[in-house]
């Protein structure tokens, strides 16, 4: 009886644990800990890289990962993690795995190399389908070593440049794209299959496609109009001060050898708003760091730059690093910036903006930029 009784209690055990879902490490354990775990098990690794603020992501934790069957395959196979992106170990390694968007679920080999990457919530059995799929191991890491080695085969290039898409790997991207334009800066706006590798795939502001096209940019604009031109140049400039701010462990600082080098290319493509891009920079760099000292310099220094027009939603985007725990001191210098805006809109010096491109406003900018104010003082729901 007793036999029976221990072994009536195993088999019940045994479909509790059949019947969990996903069964995730323990909050705070990194990728390293997880190969190890890997390794001693046999198993490969499963990231779920989220954010606080992700709708899906929060829909993927509600809906797919409590389920059995799903947990019955993914506890099997992997061991299972899953990265807050934007705390201090996963901010560093977001940028090392190039992740943009959430989420994003990476595969990868029990010793921490990729295997593949996936983005998006998929419902439960669409979800299981592509886990299946991307275990396999595409050969990436053959055609990564491959590219390593040298080999520069144009046929080889695009196959390489497609896999790194597919797997959204920007960073090495650009780099197999710079190696397809390499010596065609001058005329690859001719070539509609080239024109698309540079505006999908170059990211890289010193990639010399992108210095001799913001440096010459009639032949691209001709091609494909001046308004995708236009953006192209001005995303990649405003993106890449991701390169120049780095954070690792809580801290945040400025790479100086990068923002120079950028700064000085700035000067080198003449482009008219360079102060932008450096002070923008900067602002940022501030905000990370809560230097609201700086922060509030460097916005002065942007509004009185004849160079630079700060809009009115600008101003507006400038407000979200003031919260409930910032200095009243500082506070109340941001309401002034805003009121003076709203006096020169009274003046008629300024017009309140309506509409952002195609975009009708619910509420013209003056209104906003008052309302701001007013939750700044505690005035609205929203502020202690």
Not at 44 to 55: A, H, N, P
Not at 224 to 241: A, C, H, S
Not at 254 to 267: E, I, N, P
């Amino acid at each position: 009886m007793k036999r029976l009784m221990t072994f009536m209690m195993c088999l019940m055990s045994t479909a509790i644990i059949m019947a969990q879902g996903v069964i995730f490490e323990p909050n705070g354990t990194t990728l390293e800990q997880a190969s190890e775990k890997a390794k001693a098990e046999n198993k490969l690794i499963f990231l779920d890289c989220y954010t606080q603020w992700c709708g899906p992501c929060k829909k993927m934790s509600k809906e797919v990962f409590p389920l059995a069957e799903v947990g019955a395959v993914m506890n099997a196979k992997f061991v299972n993690i899953q990265i807050d992106m934007e705390s201090a170990y996963g901010t560093p390694l977001a940028k090392k795995l190039q992740i943009t968007a959430y989420p994003t679920f990476v595969i990868f080999t029990a010793d921490a190399e990729e295997i593949s990457r996936f983005l998006g919530y998929h419902a439960p059995g669409d979800f299981l389908k592509v886990v299946e799929e991307k275990s396999k191991d595409n050969a990436s890491a053959s055609l990564k070593k491959r590219f390593q080695d040298g080999e520069r085969d144009p046929q080889f290039l695009m196959e390489y440049l497609a896999s790194l898409n597919a797997a959204y790997k920007s960073d090495e991207a650009n780099a197999v794209a710079e190696a397809i334009l390499e010596g065609k800066a001058e005329t690859f706006a001719a070539d509609s299959t080239l024109r698309l590798i540079f505006m999908r795939n170059i990211n890289n502001p010193f990639a010399k496609s992108f210095v001799y096209t913001a440096k010459n940019p009639e032949a691209l604009k001709a091609a494909i109009g001046e308004m995708p031109v236009n953006m192209k140049i001005q995303n990649t400039l405003d993106n890449f001060q991701r390169q120049i701010i780095n954070e690792a462990d809580g801290n945040v600082t400025l790479d100086q050898t990068k923002y120079d080098q950028f700064s000085a290319l700035l000067d080198e493509m003449g482009i008219a708003n360079a102060d932008h891009y450096r002070l923008q920079t900067l602002i940022t760099l501030a905000a990370k760091q809560n230097d609201m000292a700086a922060y509030l310099n460097y916005i002065r220094q942007y509004l009185a730059n004849p160079a630079l027009d700060a809009d009115d939603m600008q101003l507006a985007r400038w407000t979200k690093a003031f919260g409930p725990e910032t200095e009243k001191f500082y506070i109340t210098q941001m309401q002034a910036i805003l009121r003076h805006r709203l006096q020169e809109i009274k003046e008629g010096k300024r017009q309140p903006m309506t509409q952002i491109g195609n975009m009708k406003l619910s509420r013209p900018t003056d209104e906003l930029l008052q309302m701001i104010i007013d939750a700044l003082d505690g005035k609205m729901p929203g502020r202690n």
